[in-house]
């Protein structure tokens, strides 16, 4: 079964922070793999996604991995502030036209 | 990126009511829309894929009769909960795929997400 796991599953960091939250997936053969943000109650808006070939994407203070062989990836964010409160959620595909299937989210929250 | 929006972004109805909930891709042409609800404090449980032109494919365990979709342009999909009940209360999310966005990378962009109470 194909089951992805984000670890921890809420976190609390006071503002300045770097910060790593972790995805893993069970099936490596994934087609790409996508992080996104959701805000309480809003949709999601996505952050970064990384094809199968690719070993980071970067975009502004945010930095996602992938380890295909090791079936993880994580999202590395720098000097984290509080308005980085949300919930982040990764998901993968197996194929172009195949669905997303997420992870449970980690709910981070940055004090001021 | 590309820009999906969904339309109510909320919604209350009475038990046994109707609801409808509409997905639009604002500035691509959208193939394939799909459907999510997600539960407070859970992640997203795909429903269904809603192709433009032919049948939704449900994902097992969601009733197609209950939900129902139609895809009935490139950028336009509809969900329609009938004879809503209180279980039926969650956040409806849909999302799309710009086939033209940065080389068929396949990212898929989402609605905002709309909340139906059924009382």
């Known amino acids: 079964k194909q089951e992805v796991t984000q670890i921890p599953a809420a976190l609390s960091v006071p503002e300045g922070e770097n910060l790593v939250l972790n995805c893993s997936f069970t099936d490596s053969a994934i087609y790409n793999l996508q992080w996104f943000r959701q805000d309480p109650g809003k949709g999601l808006t996505s952050l970064l996604l990384?094809?199968?070939?690719?070993r980071e994407q970067t975009s502004g203070r945010l930095n996602a991995s992938l380890d295909k062989s090791s079936g993880r990836s994580t999202l590395y964010i720098a000097a984290s502030q509080p308005g980085d409160s949300a919930t982040y959620l990764c998901a993968v595909r197996y194929n172009q036209g195949g669905k997303l299937i997420f992870g449970q989210g980690t709910e981070l929250s940055v004090k001021p | 990126g590309a820009v999906v929006s969904q339309h109510p972004s909320w919604v209350i109805c009475k038990s046994g009511t109707s609801v409808k909930i509409e997905c639009r891709s604002l500035d691509f042409q959208a193939t394939t829309m799909f459907w999510y609800r997600q539960f407070p404090k859970q992640s997203l449980m795909l429903m269904a894929t809603s192709n433009e032109g032919s049948k939704a494919t449900y994902e097992q365990g969601v009733e197609k009769d209950k939900f129902l979709i139609n895809h009935a342009s490139l950028t336009l999909s509809t969900l329609t909960v009938t004879s809503a009940h209180p279980e039926d209360s969650s956040f409806y999310i849909c999302?799309?795929?710009?086939?033209?966005?940065?080389?068929?990378?396949?990212?898929?962009?989402f609605g905002e997400g709309s909340r139906l109470t059924v009382l």
């Open positions: 990384i094809q199968s070939s690719q």
């Open positions: 999302s799309a795929r710009d086939p033209l966005a940065g080389g068929f990378t396949g990212e898929l962009f």
